[in-house]
Structures are given as structure tokens and as C-alpha cells.
């Protein structure tokens, strides 16, 4: 997606813990503290039914304990806390726990090297009741240990709300052998790297903001011929930076996602005659001086569009304020703003999709409180809590009237970390947020344009596909900077091709068109 969004391949858990974990699957129901536990809201129908069928033990587990324990990913917003306010010690979550009943506990995992930590959790038998972890790979190989808690049933007793969060196909992309083992994280975000322009630069000269990549183009030598510089720069150093500094221009292609359906199936984008299209233009552009000389080695092109040395770089649009502001510093009149992904000649162009989760929200086989856990999750996903965790306490974080809330920047600077508390995102939250940070006029300009979906990313694990794709994404930014520059003919297309077949490229589409077939 953008700079925040690196996608990395996850520790292996050890043979040890899987072993563990296996032999421990099975011994997830808790009895013990039951009786003490109170009641809360939708637990009575639950129990009256074990009742009827004569089942005592059945009843007495169907009363959720009180504690709670949840075990979160790291958020930048637990360094925020202030004076006495900890994660489990504030004026929220203590509202949390009055409205839900239960005795929430939060902890983080570590943000070096989450997996790690999770796989201690799990082979020390002591887990918590709710856990967030990142990343397919990840959730999938927990499902097939047998270490996660089948979630169908409590979604239709237990989770009504959990539409609120996730959608049916939100749903399927989870399922290992025809079951729900995870709540996908849902994320607001719709988009996340735009085209970003010197707009004063264009205005300067008398250019209009380009349509078409051919009006890109004329764009870009106009602006080399007076200024002198390289109009486009792109940053592409680290694995999978590639296509978040290329995806406008890759999409005028239709070549912007990892996959693409043809006659009715999924192929590689990366193999096609019209990715070797994208990489002709690129190169043309390179050799002519338009694209950024460094573009392979460059870490980052903010500083390229404050000092005036580019006029065009894609970039995520939570970094835009800081190009903004030191812009205004500099008093000299530079401005910047989101223009348009140009358009190919088949008339395509878009953005990244960006609004499919990577973070899943699970329920352990050992976990002790399982009903409290759904029924917490529930509690979470409803308009009444999303505001409470979006805005705090009304009357005091922010007020209301006549259904609008309002809430000064000082109200929501006072509680940065309320942003820990959900497990799963909102369209208002998110906006919410964004309002309150200033953050919505960089961020709306984007929703505008066509978001570009990869249809991978809603199918299960595949293995075949999952293993290979990391090595084969970088084998192809490898040889297309190689292209790009120069370093590669462009006549040997033919023969990256054979060879990212080889490396495994067909076997992975072959086995992905296995899924997508079955839709």
C-alpha cells in the first residue's frame, strides 16, 4: 500500500510449539470460576437452551467469566499515555468496563518480531481470551494446528454485529477447511499512495494538470526544458517499495496489481506483453531524464518536491503535511496537491485498493473465557461503542447536539491513545480521526479515483502461492529496475519470463486459479 504498508514474511513457529500446541488444542473449555461469573447481556438464551436439553455442564459453561484478557498488536498510541493514565488505567477503558461488564485487560505484543512472541504465548498454555496477529501466513498456520477456536457458531449466537466489521467475503477469505477461525481487522482506508504534484510549479509555467500518460509525458519534458531537472522521482530501494513508487504509471497499463483475470483467469501482470509496455515507457522516461536517475537507491522523495528538485512523486498521503508544512516554512509560495493517476490508451487507470486487512482478530482453543470473548467483540461492534472509542466520553472528550458531534483539536490531542481500544475499524471512526488530526484534506482528494483490487488478496491461503510470492515479487523488481535502467535489455523479456515460470510463477498462478475457479 504505501510506505506504512510493508508486507514481510513472519517467523516460522519452531517444531517445539507446534507439537505443543497440537497436543493442547483440544483443551480449551475452562469450567473452573464459572460459577461465579455474572451474566451479561445475550447469555441468559444461551444458557435456557443448554437448560432445556438437560445439560447442566452445558449451561454452567455457557455463563461468561467476568475478567477479560486481550492481547493486541503494537500501536504507536501506547506511548502516549500521560500523568497516571496507563493502557488499563484511564477514564476509557474504565468506561469500557462499566457499559460491557467485564474486567478488560489489554497488553501489547512487542512491535520488533510479533510472531515470535506469539508462538511463546501459545506453547505456554497461558493465552489470552482475544488476540489480534498480522499477516496470512501467520493466522493460517495457527488454524492448521488446531490452536484457534472455530468461530461460526459464535458469530450467529453470540456476534450479530460483526456485519459491522466484516462482510461475507471478508469472511470466506478466512475459512480453513469450511471454517471461520478469525475476524479480519477491518480497515477504513480506502487508498494509500496518490500522484503528488508542485502544483505552483505547473502553475508557474502555464501547464495544466495532465489526463492522458501521452499529456504526462509532454508534461514532463516541458518541465525539464525550464527547469532543468528530473520532473518524477520515485523511491524503490527496499523489497516491495516497487510498486507503491510505480503503481499510477503501472496502471495506465492495467498492470498495477499482482494479478490480473484474463479469459477467465488469473495470471502473473508481471508476465505480460503490457507489463513489457510499462517497462518500454519507464525506460524511455529514464533514458530521456525524466524519471529520477537514483530512483533504485532512493529511500524516500519528500525532500526531492521541498527543495524543488522534482515536481511529481507518488506518496502516501499521511506524509503529505510534512512536505506541506515545509513548504509554508520556506515562504516561498510552494504548494502541493493530488492530481489524477494519468490514463492509458485503453483508457485505464487507478490507484491501489488498499481497504483489504492483513491483521486478524482470533479466539484461542485455550482461551478461558471464549463466550466473553465474542461477547466483547459484539459490545465493540456496535455505533454506540464505535463512538465512544472514536470520540471518548461525551462531555467531557467531546459534545454532542442534535446527533452532531463536535470535538475541539485540544479534546482529541488529550486522548491520542483511545485508538487502541477498538479491534476493527469504522468509516466514521476513521474519518473521525482524520477531522480531528486535519488530516481529512489530504486524505479525500484520493476517493475519487478508481481503486485497483487484487484478487488474491480474498482468497484463502494457497500454499503453492503464498510460499513463492515474496521470491518472485522480488526477482521481478530486481530485473524490471534492470530493465528500466538499462541494465537489462528489453529483448530478454522473453527469457525473465521463462524464468520466472520456472522460479515457480506458474505452479503458484495454477494453484491460485484452483480458488479463483471456485468462487
Known sequence: ????????????????????????????????????????????????????????????????????KITR????????????????????????????????????????????????????????????????????????????????????????????MAGEEALNAVKFDGKIYAIPYRQAQKVGNGLLARTDVLKELGLKEPGTLDEFYETMKTIKEKKNIAPLSIATSNPGYFFDGFTPFAAAFGVATPTKIKDGKLV??????????????????????????????KKGTQDTLINGTAVFTPMYWGSVPEIDNALKDKNEGGTVGFIAPPVGKNGESGLQDSSISTTYIIIPKQAKNKLGAAQYLNFLYTPETD?????????????????????????????????????????????????????????????????LREETNYAPSVEAYDAKFTELRNYMEENSMKFIMGKRSLSEFDSYVKDFNAKGGQDAIDAMNAWFASK
Not at 95 to 114: C, H, T, V
Open 1 to 68: 500500500m504505501s510506505n506504512t504498508k510493508r508486507r514481510t514474511k513472519r517467523t516460522a513457529v519452531g517444531i517445539g510449539v507446534m507439537a505443543f500446541m497440537l497436543l493442547a488444542a483440544g483443551c480449551g473449555g475452562n469450567d473452573n470460576g464459572n460459577k461465579n461469573a455474572d451474566k451479561t447481556e445475550g447469555q441468559s438464551t444461551a444458557a435456557s437452551t443448554a437448560s432445556d436439553k438437560g445439560d447442566a455442564k452445558s449451561t454452567e459453561e455457557a455463563k461468561a467469566l467476568k475478567d477479560l
Open 73 to 164: 498488536l503494537y500501536h504507536g498510541a501506547m506511548e502516549t499515555f500521560k500523568g497516571s493514565d496507563t493502557i488499563n488505567s484511564n477514564r476509557l477503558i474504565d468506561k469500557l468496563r462499566e457499559e460491557s461488564g467485564f474486567n478488560i485487560q489489554y497488553e501489547a505484543l512487542p512491535l520488533e518480531n510479533p510472531s515470535q512472541k506469539i508462538s511463546i504465548i501459545f506453547a505456554s498454555g497461558d493465552v489470552p481470551d482475544i488476540m489480534t496477529i498480522a499477516g496470512k501466513s501467520d493466522y493460517f498456520k495457527l488454524a492448521k494446528q488446531g490452536a484457534l477456536e472455530p468461530l461460526d457458531d459464535l458469530i450467529a449466537k453470540e456476534m450479530p454485529n460483526v456485519s459491522n
Open 268 to 297: 502473473f501482470s508481471w508476465v505480460q506483453p503490457e507489463y513489457k509496455e510499462f517497462l518500454e515507457t519507464m525506460k524511455k522516461w529514464y533514458d530521456e531524464g525524466l524519471l529520477d536517475q537514483e530512483f533504485a537507491i
Open 387 to 451: 463512538e465512544l472509542v472514536n470520540y471518548g466520553i461525551e462531555g467531557t472528550d467531546y459534545n454532542k447536539k442534535d446527533g452532531v458531534i463536535t470535538q475541539t483539536p485540544e479534546q482529541s490531542a488529550n486522548i491520542p491513545w483511545r485508538s487502541i481500544y477498538p479491534l476493527g475499524d469504522t468509516d466514521a471512526g476513521f474519518a473521525a480521526r482524520l477531522k480531528a488530526k486535519g488530516l481529512l484534506p489530504y486524505y479525500e482528494p484520493l476517493l475519487q479515483y478508481k481503486k
